[in-house]
């Protein structure tokens, strides 16, 4: 019966929605923005109460959900392979190490047997086992050399220190006997096994989703490929820039319900982003209300400030290396800029000098608005809007 | 991928604008993510066509003023940018698919519910008259409580039941702990069938009646599920797509 219920209960989910034509779904924009959490609680419950009850909208969430998954690991990033550098070296460590071990005690040792003129105590005879690690080294040649090296005069040796060298090549023989049978990974199992293997696991884990997949010469192989080759866009150089009332296209297309409740919300943002329609050459163009002056973001930390509508731009630094993204300029010598991480800089002197506001949260900010030197009010990426009355001081 | 949004509103503001270096930059740094999606969307290259289209519209096509016109404009910041390539292309492919649908002929020509005819041809050649009377009113009781349900529940239970999603993809979707999605999943199943019991009882049904109605669901084998009678060969999407 329970299998039953549940397809009928399917049947009858998949039966409701309405077959929504996209009118009055959200766009993408909107749908993005829910799927990474970014939108207000009203703007969210809009959304929810559309989508379920929309299967376009229900079907292109699925599809983002199903296209979120992380990007396919390479194969030197594979756990396995991450693990060889440590392995080789902690292999090559062993090797020294022994190798260190075996020529001190054969500097001890030949001495004893050349010239017998020290005591005739414990040297490893020529009926001694070969050790595993001495096979393992090609130990013919590099016996051959140790021989050939230059017999030092040994340190009178004592033996206790003589028996406890035996011992730790014995130890060392053991391990060296061990990696050989072991598998790969556990070659040098003493100084790998030293490291915990979860965190740095997720350690790596973390690098490889933190940082871009390194396909970047696979990417620019094929980046000719990809330029369209729509008649009049290859080689196009950049248009003017777009008008602000730009004809809406279809991915632009607003609820109207969303519309309501983010209209509030996205003031400031509008604004912004109309900075951004009003982009010059890439830069966005900042106009205060002095017709004649007007600034633009030119890079990081960068702007510049034209007092001829733009005929000529000088150069300003703000002595903030940030990512700027929107300003406004309420009067002709007062500027705001906001950027990412929250950085907020301000000019009440037409930009001889850019001071630094204080701002409480490390957010991403992507507009703001502004009254005058002491008003202004800045919208982060998620919408959030916070406010300021006293030139920065404090927000809101 | 891993940017700020401030930094990706930049580089969109830039490709926008026709800076061939940013291009470059969005081209090696999104493409692969662009292509990713496109892939776990149809595994058969359905989707890279989208995705191709979609790169020249990002890139700019020429508006009838001559200016340049690109997607990147409408790109606002409240998401990071793989993100909104990612639902723009999944809205692109999901149109796409839907408007195929409609295109392919009906399976039944002569006017009555396809889904029935198909149902009904699959079910059994004798169809027993009461159980399809019980049948059909469950279907108007659970339409009915289905219709009353709050819509995150009802968002849960589509992204479950209908897109099939995994516990853990709802969570993702309705930002909410997969076990919490198992939890709500259960609860509301349950509230269901209470309600459509009640929803029963009310429409004069008795109990013994009500309980007959439950029961005939487990004789009835139920809509004619294709996938388990069909082998693998249908891909998991488009088999996806048939039960929205």
Known sequence: ?396 | VNRSHAEDLELAGRCAAGDAEAWDRFVREFRPVLYRAADALDRHGGAREVADALYAELYGVRNAQGQRQSLFRYFQGRSSLATWLRAVLAQRYIDRQRAQRRLAPLADADGGPAQGAVHGTAVSAEPDPARAKYVALLRRALAAVLGALPSRERMRLACYYVQELTLAETGRVMQEHEATVSRQLARTRRAIREDVERWLETAGLSGPQVAECFASLSDDPGPLDLRPLLAEPVPAEQARERTL
């Open chain 1, 1 to 396: 019966m329970t299998n039953g219920f549940d397809k009928l209960l399917r049947e009858s989910l998949a039966a409701e929605p309405a077959d929504g034509n996209g009118a009055d779904c959200p766009d993408a924009a909107i749908v993005a923005a829910w799927f990474d959490g970014t939108l207000s609680a009203a703007e969210r419950t809009a959304v929810e109460a559309h989508a379920a009850a929309c299967g376009r909208c229900q079907a292109t969430i699925a599809a983002l959900v199903r296209t979120d998954r992380p990007a396919p690991r390479a194969w030197w990033r594979a756990p396995a392979v991450q693990w060889l550098p440590v392995a080789v070296a902690a292999g090559v460590s062993l090797i020294v190490w022994t190798g260190v071990l075996r020529r001190g005690d054969d500097a001890v040792q030949a001495p004893a047997a050349a010239s017998a003129q020290l005591e005739s105590s414990s040297r490893p005879s020529a009926g001694t086992p070969v050790s595993g690690e001495e096979r393992g080294r090609g130990a013919p040649a590099e016996r051959a050399r140790e021989a050939d090296a230059p017999s030092q005069p040994a340190p009178s040796p004592d033996a206790e220190a003589r028996e406890r060298d035996a011992k730790a090549r014995e130890r060392v023989d053991e391990r060296a006997q061990r990696a050989r049978v072991a598998p790969e990974r556990t070659v040098g199992a003493g100084p790998v096994k030293a490291v915990p293997e979860t965190p740095v696991d997720t350690q790596k884990a973390q690098a490889s989703v933190s940082t871009p997949p390194p396909q970047a010469h696979e990417s620019v192989a094929r980046s000719d490929a990809l330029i369209p080759p729509s008649a009049g866009v290859a080689g196009a150089a950049p248009p003017p820039p777009p008008a602000p009332a730009a004809p809406r296209m279809e991915v632009q297309q607003a609820t109207p319900m969303i519309d309501a409740a983010r209209r509030s919300a996205e003031r400031g943002f509008v604004q912004s982003v109309a900075g951004a329609a009003g982009r010059s050459g890439g830069r966005a163009l900042i106009q205060s209300p002095d017709r004649s002056v007007r600034w633009r973001i030119v890079g990081r930390g960068q702007v510049e400030r034209s007092i001829d509508e733009g005929l000529s731009w000088q150069v300003q630094t703000t002595g903030v290396n940030a990512v700027l993204v929107a300003g406004a300029a309420p009067s002709a010598t007062v500027c705001w800029l906001v950027g990412g991480r929250g950085v907020v800089l301000k000019t009440t002197d037409s930009g001889q000098t850019w001071t630094r506001v204080a701002f409480p949260e490390e957010i991403d900010l992507v507009g703001v608005v502004a009254d005058d030197d002491r008003v202004a009010t800045v919208t982060a990426a998620g919408g959030r809007q916070l406010r300021t009355s006293d030139g920065g001081g404090s927000w809101r």
